[in-house]
């Protein structure tokens, strides 16, 4: 009897924590191994040439940079005023636009297309992801 409760108690044990997901690390690149990583995945799936991809290089690495010095202010902004807010949002917003400007005058139209799909679908991804890790 000592025996089957053990056996019982070890697989709702099993099964408790096979359901539960590890935690995921992530990874320790540096902001430029990032962006080299990126310009790689997007020559791959638009099919860059070499000029386009010296092109875009530099912006995404950038972006990298910038990415990694919000990461590191994280705890600074939570304690920002409205306007301070507003006026970082706006910044945001701006260098988003001239990314866009900038992507679309170096990649084809049917490129860009493409790459607007793809980084709807990502976005959209993130959301659903973000929305489960809130939820558990």
Known sequence: MKNIILIATFFVTAITVAQRPL????????PEQRAEL?????AVALDLSDKQINSIQPLIANQELERQSLREN?????????DEKFNRLNTRLDKKLDFKRKMKSILTADQYEKWQKMHKRKRTEGRKKHKRRRNE
């Open 38 to 42: 990126k310009v790689k995945k997007m």
């Open 23 to 30: 935690p995921k690390k992530g990874n320790d690149f540096t």
């Open 74 to 82: 994280r705890e600074e902004m939570k304690n920002l005023s409205n």
